[in-house]
């Protein structure tokens, strides 16, 4: 079935460092790729996405890049701060076929973790 | 993302209970879902529904029940059939579901521990 695979599952940078984070994903028909961000205890936040058309999106310190022939994407955050802390999830969404629509499919997450 | 509501947030059930954890949305979306989250992995898909009285089984609907009468109520039951529901469930909306590009929306979260 479709599935996304995320790594690292924990990274630690210290602040100012760059943090990427990569994903893959199965389903070629996927052309939609959020990624959320989650604090501790919190719900998940839409921080980026990126459609099928486009292989590069920026929002100030955060980008994203997508390579639909590799089938992966990722996640850049530059200049980290400690308020980037948090578990990063990625998703792709996948069509389903009985139903006519699309479902997204998460990774497993990434555990970031930076250090002043 | 302040448009979706849940409760409780927190919920404690005793083995062979049923639960019914609620979720509402004030953002006219079309489309609900339930994931559940556990430790160290990432959301799976429980129920989803597009619209008023439909909706589909996910990838981990065993165990599971909803409903859809109201566009904006999505209540999920957590029936005595879920072998381990302990686990944080999150609710989520979206427009439309048929475009891919549509966001999804997440609720605060149920934290439900079985006892």
């Known amino acids: 079935g479709e599935n996304v695979e995320q790594h690292p599952s924990t990274l630690s940078v210290q602040e100012g460092d760059s943090a990427v984070i990569k994903c893959t994903y199965s389903?070629?028909?996927?052309?939609?790729f959020p990624w959320y961000k989650q604090e501790l205890g919190k719900r998940p936040q839409l921080i980026i996405d990126?459609?099928?058309?486009?292989g590069e999106k920026k929002d100030q310190r955060i980008a994203v890049t997508l390579n639909k022939t590799a089938k992966h994407f990722s996640l850049h955050i530059t200049e980290t701060q400690p308020e980037d802390s948090a578990v990063y999830f990625c998703?792709?969404?996948?069509?389903?076929?009985?139903?006519?629509?699309?479902?997204?499919?998460f990774g497993a997450g990434t555990r970031l973790a930076v250090h002043p | 993302d302040g448009g979706i509501t849940q409760s409780p947030k927190y919920l404690f059930r005793k083995e062979g209970q049923n639960v019914t954890l609620s979720c509402e949305q004030n953002l006219n979306h079309d489309a609900m879902y339930w994931y559940r989250q556990d430790p160290g992995q990432g959301l799976r898909l429980i129920y989803y529904?597009?619209?008023?009285?439909?909706?589909q089984k996910g990838d981990i609907a065993e165990g599971y029940s909803v409903s859809r009468e109201k566009k904006e109520s999505f209540p999920l039951t957590v029936t005595s059939a879920q072998k381990n529901p302990t686990a944080f469930y999150l609710c989520a909306s979206s427009m439309i579901p048929v475009r891919p590009t549509d966001t999804q929306y997440f609720g605060p979260g149920t934290r439900l521990t079985v006892l």
């Open positions: 389903d070629s028909a996927s052309n939609y």
């Open positions: 529904s597009q619209i008023v009285n439909d909706f």
């Open positions: 998703a792709a969404s996948s069509p389903v076929v009985s139903g006519g629509y699309n479902k997204l499919i």
């Open positions: 990126i459609r099928s058309n486009v």
